[in-house]
């Protein structure tokens, strides 16, 4: 059983493009988040949800949109996609607020 | 935000080599956590350290956590090509609500 899956893992698309990323976890838990990892690999995060609720957005652009419509989703709508907007995004969940990650496998975003 | 400096950023190392990665910040932890992200996959967390000093073992890896607080580091004996991947510190930031990750080392072990 895929624990944190999310869809599609790659997405190539022009600039200016709108596109979504969707996440789903059957762990049972109750905080979700969204990773972006760089070409350094540095891996930063985007939103924290708990329990639907946002709890942090770390100064992301507005043409980021994460929506959780019940615990076990967060999905990520980009608009306006620009160049450096390319990265491997993950999405992850924990029992905890900041607790264990379990991440997602990540899915590489490619704008040209 | 804490920053967490890993070194080194790349190590590529023959199979059965032993080697230490390294995790440093100027500031205290409360606790520090080690993933291993595996080419092409996500992170995955391999111990959590919480206490000063405090030493634990995972099969032929070796985590240790500063006496102070403000480092830690992995050690890895006899590697194996198994143990390529991307080794990642993070701590807990923004008043407990998110991990905040280290720069990572990039590791690559050789047949």
Known sequence: DTAVSQTPKYLVTQM????????????GHDTM???????????????????????????????????????????LHINSLELGDSAV??????????????????TRLTVL | TQLLEQSPQFLSI??????TVYCNSSSVFSSLQWYRQEPGEGPV????????GEVKKLKRLTFQFGDARKDSSLHITAA???????NLCAHITGGGNKLTFGTGTQLKVEL
Not at chain 1, 16 to 27: A, M, R
Not at chain 1, 42 to 69: D, G, Q
Not at chain 2, 45 to 52: H, M, Y
Request: net charge neutral; aromatic share 12%; with cysteine.
């Open chain 2, 80 to 86: 194996q090509p198994g143990d390529t991947g991307l």
């Open chain 2, 45 to 52: 967390l391999l111990v959590t350290v919480v206490t000063g």
């Open chain 1, 16 to 27: 200016g493009n709108d596109k979504s990323i969707k996440c789903e976890q059957n762990l």
């Open chain 2, 14 to 19: 023959q199979e059965g080599e032993n080697l």
């Open chain 1, 33 to 75: 988040y969204w990773y972006k990892q760089d070409s350094k690999k540095f891996l930063k995060i985007m939103f924290s949800y708990n329990n639907k609720e946002l709890i942090i957005n770390e100064t992301v652009p507005n043409r980021f949109s994460p929506k959780s419509p019940d615990k076990a989703h967060l999905n």
């Open chain 1, 89 to 106: 995004y993950f999405c992850a969940s924990s029992q905890l607020l900041a607790g264990e990650q379990f991440f997602g496998p990540g």
